[in-house]
């Protein structure tokens, strides 16, 4: 019974790890984008500890929860209408292949997540070994939709060979982004061409947003046996 709190344990300190050296590339004077989920919260509380040592630095959080805890911790925050353009972007995702193509929205912040990477110079995806895979598709790609629209845009994606369902709240109603929208989890398996699946959904009427990241990452750090591992695109 001790196995899977040793595991969880293990991979809490890879994210850790993956946090701490993301956070030594942000430099004096950077606008920085501050993640959503729980790798990019170490990152956020580990970039709070450099504030208080004398870094200068402006946060763009890209949920509220984040922008809660950023907060919190005293970073300096600002919004994408002040700076358009962001230095360097700190996130996590659920999944992370060899090309660093993304699987992001575990946390139901995808949407504002891409807005944020797309106007960063830097771009750069934290995880746990856990989260590199050869292939896209184990973890369900989330896909952020207009309530009025949910079933029409179910059976769509259905159509294109997944298992969907609604995501909710642990009590049932439908959860809720921070834009008000409901979001899809669909289940592909294997997503043999991630960058045709993007498109075919972008395609959809009602489909605001999906969870693949494609081309956006410049590199990313994962924690593992006690190191952490750089890859780039």
Same mark, same amino acid.
């Given at each position: 019974?001790?196995?899977?709190?040793?595991?969880?344990?293990?991979?809490?300190?890879?994210?850790q790890a993956a946090a701490r050296a993301?956070?030594?590339?942000?430099?004096?004077?950077?606008?920085?984008?501050?993640?959503? #989920?729980?790798?990019?919260? &170490?990152?956020?509380?580990?970039?709070?500890?450099?504030?208080?040592?004398?870094?200068?630095?402006?946060?763009?959080?890209?949920?509220?929860?984040?922008?809660?805890?950023a907060e919190q911790l005293g970073i300096?925050? /600002?919004?994408?209408?002040?700076?358009?353009?962001?230095? %360097?972007?700190?996130?996590? /995702?659920?999944?992370?292949?060899?090309?660093?193509?993304?699987?992001?929205?575990? #946390?139901?912040?995808?949407?504002? *997540?891409?807005? %944020?990477?797309?106007?960063?110079?830097? @771009?750069?995806? %934290?995880?746990?070994?856990?989260?590199?895979?050869?292939?896209?598709?184990? @973890?369900?790609?989330?896909?952020?939709?207009?309530?009025?629209?949910?079933?029409?845009?179910?059976?769509?994606? *259905?159509?294109?060979?997944?298992?969907?369902?609604?995501?909710? &709240?642990? &009590?049932?109603?439908? &959860?809720?982004?921070?834009?008000?929208?409901?979001?899809?989890?669909?289940?592909?398996?294997?997503?043999?061409?991630?960058?045709?699946?993007?498109?075919?959904?972008?395609? %959809?009427?009602?489909?605001? *947003?999906?969870?693949? @990241?494609?081309?956006?990452?410049?590199?990313?750090?994962?924690?593992?046996?006690?190191?952490?591992?750089?890859?780039?695109?």
């Amino acid at each position: 019974m001790t196995a899977p709190a040793n595991n969880a344990d293990l991979r809490d300190k890879e994210k850790q790890a993956a946090a701490r050296a993301a956070v030594q590339l942000v430099e004096a004077g950077n606008i920085v984008g501050l993640g959503s #989920g729980s790798t990019a919260a &170490y990152a956020v509380r580990f970039l709070a500890d450099r504030v208080r040592e004398g870094l200068k630095i402006v946060g763009i959080p890209t949920s509220k929860q984040t922008k809660h805890l950023a907060e919190q911790l005293g970073i300096p925050l /600002a919004t994408v209408d002040e700076h358009r353009e962001i230095d %360097i972007d700190i996130d996590g /995702a659920d999944e992370i292949d060899p090309q660093l193509s993304l699987i992001k929205g575990g #946390g139901g912040a995808f949407l504002r *997540e891409k807005i %944020i990477a797309s106007v960063s110079r830097r @771009f750069i995806v %934290i995880g746990d070994s856990a989260k590199q895979v050869k292939r896209l598709g184990k @973890f369900p790609l989330p896909v952020e939709v207009v309530p009025f629209a949910q079933s029409l845009i179910k059976h769509r994606i *259905e159509g294109l060979g997944a298992k969907v369902s609604l995501r909710t &709240y642990a &009590y049932g109603n439908p &959860y809720l982004t921070d834009e008000g929208h409901h979001i899809l989890d669909c289940t592909f398996g294997e997503i043999a061409n991630p960058p045709a699946l993007a498109a075919e959904l972008r395609c %959809i009427p009602g489909v605001l *947003e999906h969870g693949l @990241f494609i081309g956006m990452a410049e590199m990313a750090l994962i924690g593992k046996d006690g190191e952490v591992v750089q890859l780039r695109r």
